[in-house]
């Protein structure tokens, strides 16, 4: 046989290499550039940011200076190799995938609760040898691309009720309760919000939308005073979080600790930082610096105009992913992209309102920044099906305009 022989072989892996290359350069022409180019400047410096952050936590836990730094390059690469698969493929054929990602989180969301390993307070955690993961962090991405499909196929339909379209929402309700009871508040209003968000898309009349909006405000706001005045719900490590108003006056708690600590850190940095490296909270005064108080370092070495010019990133970001997203031909991409921008939205407020005292501290990371593996390469998931939907909007145009 012809194909058999060495010298045709190698032509033949070449010319597949070459056919593969050239359908990926068109895929890859198709997506949003300013949104991939400031995904890469985040990835980046927050790479560069974490080795910083953590560097003596690391050589005094570990003795490497760049462990936590070699493990995020790791996620990050995970994430960008996965990445690379989801822009390649229609969203179409992720579907059977997605859908047995539901089953999954669900699967590992009740595994947690019975033989999940217990961090702050959290029984959230499933560790293979020395791999944590996470469960409650693939549930929000499950849950946008869940309710993205499933409503795409709904609205096929020539006649559906308001009780087919709520129906889906059922599996968000399964998440939040299941992750109530590890508990993880601050994934839960995480989940909350999202869900919030792709509600008010889905194309609901404007009675059925009122009252599922007032029911769902009323359940989430008595859930969050019953957890706050009756303690129920919440560790003690996470009660005394509540009390997060003049942090330094309660220094030697833990939470005000922490806090006031990262102020220190901000105050420290003023408008140009100490320089890359240079921290002094990092000396184990920040027990986070590297993953929920990260920004803080960051203020203190690089100073406050950076920090500014970071928050400045995440609008643009955002606002990048709605645009995509008001683009898209489809219910599908509107819910994916209105999903993931709440998704980095609640992050970066929720992180942000913590680090400086706003808000209770609840060991939300935030994006691009945090040490992290489930979080990192679930995040980078997200984003590339947001590119996908701007490759599929640009494919769709194109075959429009030839019309």
């Not at 105009?305 to 991409?333: D, E, M, P, T």
């Amino acid at each position: 046989m012809l194909y058999k022989i060495p010298i045709l072989k190698k032509i033949k892996k070449y010319v597949i290499i070459l056919i593969i290359g050239d359908k990926m350069k068109k895929v890859f022409n198709k997506v949003d550039k300013p949104l991939l180019i400031l995904i890469f400047i985040s990835l980046i410096f927050g790479l560069l940011m974490v080795g910083s952050a953590s560097s003596l936590k690391a050589y005094m836990k570990l003795s490497d200076s760049y462990y936590y730094f070699k493990r995020q390059l790791i996620f990050i690469l995970l994430g960008l190799f996965l990445s690379f698969f989801i822009i390649k493929k229609p969203i179409k054929r992720w579907k059977p995938l997605i859908y047995l990602g539901v089953i999954g989180v669900i699967g590992a969301l009740l595994y947690v609760l019975l033989k999940g390993d217990v961090i702050k307070g959290i029984t959230g955690w499933i560790y293979i040898g020395s791999i944590g993961i996470q469960p409650s962090e693939f549930a929000k991405t499950i849950l946008i691309l869940f309710l993205a499909v499933t409503f795409e196929n709904l609205m096929k339909k020539r006649e559906i009720s308001n009780t087919m379209k709520v129906a889906p929402f059922i599996f968000s309700l399964i998440c939040m309760a299941l992750i109530y009871k590890q508990p993880d508040f601050g994934t839960m209003m995480i989940l909350a919000g999202i869900t919030g968000v792709i509600f008010l898309i889905v194309p609901f009349d404007r009675k059925t939308k009122l009252i599922m909006s007032l029911f769902t405000l009323i359940s989430v706001l008595v859930l969050v005073l019953a957890m706050v005045f009756t303690g129920k719900g919440l560790s003690d490590n996470q009660k005394s979080r509540f009390d997060f108003k003049n942090p330094c006056s309660r220094y030697r708690e833990k939470t005000g600790y922490q806090v006031c600590n990262g102020y220190i850190a901000i105050n420290s940095g003023g408008l140009f930082g100490s320089g890359y490296g240079n921290s002094k909270q990092k000396y184990l005064y920040l027990p986070e610096a590297h993953t929920d108080f990260i920004f803080a370092i960051i203020i203190e070495e690089m100073g406050l105009l950076v920090g500014v010019a970071i928050i400045l990133i995440y609008f643009i970001i955002v606002w990048r992913i709605v645009l995509i997203g008001k683009r898209s031909y489809n219910l599908q991409g509107m819910i994916i992209c209105y999903g993931v921008a709440s998704y980095i939205c609640l992050h970066v407020i929720i992180n942000l309102g913590g680090a400086f005292g706003l808000m209770p501290l609840t060991g939300v990371p935030l994006p691009f920044y945090s040490y992290g593996g489930s979080f990192m390469i679930n995040l980078l998931v997200c984003l590339a099906f947001v590119q996908r939907v701007a490759v599929e909007n640009k494919i769709f145009e194109q075959k429009h305009l030839v019309r």
